[in-house]
């Protein structure tokens, strides 16, 4: 059975500060986001349900006629504007996540071809959830920085007391209601997501403690 990290392991690439980039963090930070971006794309393409940040911007790109990228970027600018009153600073890692995610969830929803099979659509779903979790773990090694979601939910927790499971699901709940009275895609890959990607978090974490470990031992 695969083991799960409870942490974020320190990995040659960590950056000191959010802004202290350096060419060695380029690798992790670039290809966990675009692994990122590429899992979201895939559980839109599966059609079985997109993950609740994601149903929102579909609701928005059908009104707005922009394609799902420009909206998910949108999104993410205007959550940023909320960080302002509550004193979170951006990071290196956050301008990335805004550009890279929404860049590689626009380019996998657009040239993944629809699948037109049960077992190919449910492939796809699991691949979104696997892939959407590696990126997270290479993403977070690098402390560039949260994304502008993540940032609004711990600066929330932190300036209000309110615990971050509490806050994390009351903004998924609430941008998936929205989302989804405006045209976005629910369904089981939803509720899939919501289930597993934790554990896919934390088994990709794992994975890369004990190559990191065995490079360094």
């Known amino acids: 059975m695969a083991k799960l990290s409870h942490k974020i392991p320190v990995t040659p690439w960590r950056a000191t500060s959010t802004w202290a980039f350096r060419p060695r963090m380029f690798l992790p930070l670039a290809f966990g986001l675009s692994l990122f971006g590429v899992g979201e794309g895939l559980l839109v393409v599966s059609r079985w349900g997109a993950t609740p940040w994601t149903v929102f911007a579909e609701g928005v790109a059908r009104h707005a006629h922009i394609s799902l990228g420009w909206a998910t970027a949108a999104i993410s600018c205007v959550v940023l504007l909320a960080w302002f009153p509550l004193r ?122 004990r190559i990191v470990g065995k490079f360094q031992s």
């Open 88 to 209: 979170e600073r951006p990071g290196f890692g956050t301008i990335a996540n805004l550009v890279i995610i929404a860049y590689m969830l626009d380019l996998t929803s657009t040239t993944m071809p629809v699948p037109h099979n049960v077992v190919l659509e449910a492939l796809l779903m699991l691949g979104g959830v696997v892939a959407i979790g590696i990126g997270s773990a290479l993403y977070l090694t690098t402390g560039l920085g949260p994304g502008p979601r993540d940032g609004l939910m711990t600066s929330i927790h932190r300036h209000f007391g309110v615990s971050v499971v509490y806050v994390r699901l009351t903004l998924e709940v609430v941008v998936l209601i929205i989302g989804w009275l405006l045209g976005g895609t629910v369904g089981i890959g939803t509720a899939f997501f919501a289930a597993t990607v934790g554990f896919s978090i934390g088994v990709s974490l794992n994975v890369v403690d």
